[in-house]
Structure formats: structure tokens, C-alpha cells
């Protein structure tokens, strides 16, 4: 074999990328398999290149009781293999090994008792030009496969955009992302999207398989991973670590919340993810096929957040308890359903999104649930809010005075001592400050649920109207 087929192929491997001198090693195992089927060819041998660019087969020899001795300990290198196989798979295998099979290990055999001879055959250079064209290409995919397997295994969780090349099957829409055709299964697609040929596509790198056809790459549209690469990608705030997406809550294809959070002091990140007129959002929600988005600002304490993750719908109360992880969200009666969301979507997210349980009840029912435990007879002293329902149906804001379920209004002071069924049919004015009497809110909770007109932003009595924006709990269709 001549210099010239050398150098090609050493132009081959700079060019592919593989390791140098793996196309060389892989030919002259190949050509020492093609040698070892010739008659009368040696029991050990070997394949080198020499400096003229040919390759040359040296039959090697050792002494008898060495040989035998190297042969066992291959031997039973390889039934230990082969045992441990059987234990990893749970299958019993029936190989029979051949002396010509096993391996000896070389470097426990001295120079000096290494008998050397050249046998290279009269046609072994047509032999090896037989061979090197089928080992080139096989070596050279091999070696390109894993090359993209260690690209791509490293780029789990990262999202790709590709080129829908067959959508016809819903269960196997393939992708092209360059190098590699990727797998979309159905269980990783969003209900309601459909996927036509040629169309691009943003996904997320779930898992990558090693496959004899090359890297098996699947990809998921419902991974919430998908959502923060995308604001990523259209806010340079968020880019830039000013702001942080700090918790995800995803419905694919129906809701998403986001919380947020700013390490910079004047900058909005709620202002920031939504962009002007609603347009960095605007194209979050394009990608994603119009799945609608709330931008939550992340709070510390977890009652303020859990009102704010709440959004669209507006938050009267809520109650905490740090050891169960478990709040109770007091809310309007004519936001009841708001909160809860269609089939219970809204408070689900928000309960993802703050990592607590959270359980919500109307106005009128946690009054009656604070109503039937303040005379349920117990004799603990009642502490908390005034338990009287104005005439426009609100409960009365007033903490209640020392040893009284009433605050110090007249009115609701007459209210003491009166029966459940009296009660049911007993209204108080709506004006309930006097003199005397204490007025203060529930809690913080209270307030950062219904914040100052100059700092809070507008919210909506009912779901929005696709193509709106919200501030606070922005919503975006």
C-alpha cells in the first residue's frame, strides 16, 4: 500500500473529526483478520506499517508452557466475563471459546522471548486494497456516530430548532435538526398542536439513545423547560441575570404561570417579560400555539405570592400554616370560580407554582365555617376578624374585641349571643367605623393582595379576551 492511501486516510480522519491513527488501527485489525483466514497462516500474528506506507505481517512465537499458561488465564478472563454478562442480563449463554478467540495479553511476555518473522503473504497488498475501502467507510460512520452521541448526550435539556420532515403519523413526527433526524413521540406533543411538513419547530432534548443507526434524539413540547428558553431568547433582561425566572407551572396547551423575580433595583420584571404593548410575550405565545401565559412576581412570603399566583382573579385573605405547607385562600364570592379556574386549572398551577396546597373558599363560606366553630361550644377564646356580614354581603374587615367574635361597632356588638338561624337573617350596616372601634387588616396577606392604585395594575373580573396582556399576573393568549 503506498504513502499516497496513507495520507488519505489520515486526511480522512482530520476531516471527520475522528482521533488520529483510528482508521490505520482499525485497517490493520481488519487486515489481520483477512490474513488469520489464509492456509497455513500463523496462530499469533500481527499487522504493522512500516515507514514505506506498506503493511507487513509478522507471525510471532513463544515458548510452549508460556503460551499455554497466557492461553489460561485468557481463558478464564473471558468465562468471568461472560459470567457477569449472565448475572447483568438474567440470560444463560452457550458461547464455546476457541483458543483462536481469546486475547493474550502481550505485555506479560518478555522481549527476549518473542520470536519475530515475516509472513506477509505475495498478495497481501491487493488484499489490503480489497479491505481498506469497506473499513474506511464502516470505521468512519462508526466514528461519526459517536461523535454526535457525545455532542448531542451533552445537550440534554437544551432547546433546538428543527424542520418537520413527517408528520403524517402522530405518533412519530420525525425532526431534522442538521446532523441528525430527531424523534417527537406523541406522549412528548401538546394536544391541539398540529405539526405540518416543513414547518420549523422549537423543542426540548429530553434523551439521547445510542442506536445502531447513530444518536436516537427525543424531543418534548410539553418539557416547561421550553417556556424559560423562550422568554430567554426574548428578553435580554432575563438573558442578562437581571431578571430570573424563579418557578414554573405548566398545562400544555391550556395555562402556564411563571414567577419572576428582579435582582436589579428599577427593573420591572413583570415589565420586562411582557415587553412594550405586550410584544416580548406575544412571541412566547406564538411558539407555543397560543397556550396562554400568567407572569407572577415572585414574593419570599409565601401568603403574598400565593395571592399573586392566583391571577387574574383577586384575593381577599389567605391563611398559612409553615408546617403542613397547607394555605387557605379567602377570596370574593363573584371571584370564586376565577380562582378556581376551568376544571380546577388556575388554583392547580398556582399550588404547582408555590409548592403548597392550597384550598379556596368564597367569602360567605369561610364566614359560615368561622360562624359554626365559634359556636360549635368549644371554650377556647376566639381570636381573628369581626364574623359580621355586612348588607352588601362582605364580611365586616374589623378585628374582633378581646373575648368577642364582634368588633366594637354597636351593631355588630348586638349581634353576640344571637342563634346561627338568627344570624342567617341579620344584616349590619356597611358603615363600620365608630368611634372606638379598631380597623386594621386580616393580615399582610390582605394587603399585598389588593395593593395601593399607584403601585398595583388593573385587574380583570374574568378571563381575558384572547390577544390581552395583563400586568401583575400578566395573561397572555
Not at 369561610?366 to 352588601?392: K, M
Request: hydrophobic share 35%.
Amino acid at each position: 500500500m503506498s504513502q499516497e492511501i496513507i495520507d488519505a486516510v489520515r486526511e480522512i480522519e482530520r476531516e471527520k473529526g475522528i482521533e488520529s491513527g483510528a482508521l490505520v488501527a482499525a485497517l490493520e485489525d481488519a487486515l489481520l483478520a483477512a490474513y488469520k483466514k489464509t492456509p497455513g497462516s500463523a496462530r499469533h500474528a500481527t499487522v504493522e506499517l512500516d515507514e514505506a506506507g506498506d503493511f507487513l505481517v509478522y507471525a510471532i512465537e513463544i515458548p510452549p508452557k508460556l503460551e499455554e499458561k497466557l492461553l489460561d488465564e485468557a481463558r478464564e478472563k473471558k468465562l468471568q466475563e461472560l459470567e457477569e454478562l449472565e448475572v447483568e442480563t438474567g440470560e444463560r449463554s452457550h458461547l464455546l471459546i476457541s483458543d483462536d478467540d481469546l486475547e493474550i495479553d502481550w505485555s506479560r511476555v518478555p522481549d527476549e522471548k518473542i520470536k519475530r518473522t515475516d509472513v506477509t503473504p505475495e498478495n497481501f497488498g491487493r488484499i489490503a486494497a480489497q479491505t481498506a475501502k469497506q473499513v474506511f467507510l464502516q470505521r468512519a460512520r462508526e466514528a461519526e456516530r459517536e461523535i454526535m452521541y457525545d455532542e448531542y448526550v451533552d445537550r440534554v435539556n437544551e432547546v433546538v430548532t428543527g424542520i418537520i420532515q413527517q408528520a403524517g403519523d402522530r405518533n412519530n413526527v420525525l425532526v431534522d435538526l442538521g446532523k441528525v433526524e430527531a424523534l417527537l413521540p406523541r406522549s412528548e406533543q401538546v394536544d391541539g398542536e398540529r405539526y405540518e411538513q416543513g414547518s420549523r419547530i422549537k423543542a426540548v432534548i429530553t434523551e439521547v439513545r445510542s442506536g445502531t443507526k447513530g444518536p436516537q434524539v427525543i424531543l418534548s413540547r410539553r418539557d416547561p423547560e421550553l417556556i424559560k428558553t423562550l422568554f430567554e431568547l426574548e428578553v435580554p433582561e432575563i438573558a442578562d441575570g437581571l431578571v430570573e425566572i424563579r418557578a414554573i407551572a405548566r398545562e400544555p396547551g391550556y395555562r402556564s404561570k411563571i414567577a419572576v423575580v428582579s435582582h436589579t433595583q428599577g427593573v420591572d420584571p413583570v415589565g420586562a417579560c411582557v415587553g412594550p404593548r405586550g410584544s416580548r410575550v406575544r412571541m412566547v405565545v406564538s411558539e407555543l400555539r397560543g397556550e396562554k401565559i400568567d407572569i407572577i412576581p415572585w414574593n419570599p412570603e409565601p401568603a403574598r405570592f400565593i395571592a399573586k399566583a392566583l391571577a387574574p382573579a383577586r384575593v381577599r385573605e389567605v391563611f398559612v400554616d409553615d408546617e403542613t405547607r397547607e394555605a387557605t385562600v379567602v377570596v370574593p364570592d363573584d371571584q370564586l370560580a376565577l380562582a378556581i379556574g376551568k376544571d380546577g386549572l388556575n388554583a392547580r398551577l398556582a399550588a404547582r407554582l408555590s409548592g403548597w396546597k392550597v384550598d379556596i373558599v368564597s367569602d360567605t363560606e369561610f364566614a359560615r365555617q368561622e360562624s359554626d366553630a365559634a359556636y360549635a361550644g368549644g371554650e377556647e377564646e376566639f381570636v381573628g376578624r369581626c364574623s359580621a356580614i355586612l348588607a352588601n354581603g362582605k364580611r365586616c374587615p374589623n378585628a374582633a374585641l378581646p373575648g368577642s367574635h364582634y368588633c366594637g361597632v354597636p351593631a355588630h356588638q348586638e349581634l353576640e349571643g344571637l342563634a346561627p338561624e338568627e344570624l342567617a337573617v341579620a344584616t349590619v350596616s356597611e358603615n363600620t367605623k365608630t368611634e372606638g372601634a379598631e380597623v386594621e387588616a386580616e393580615s399582610p396577606d390582605l394587603e399585598e393582595a389588593q395593593p395601593p392604585a399607584s403601585e398595583a395594575e388593573p385587574e380583570p373580573e374574568q378571563e381575558s379576551e384572547p390577544g390581552t396582556v395583563e400586568g401583575d399576573g400578566a395573561e397572555a393568549s
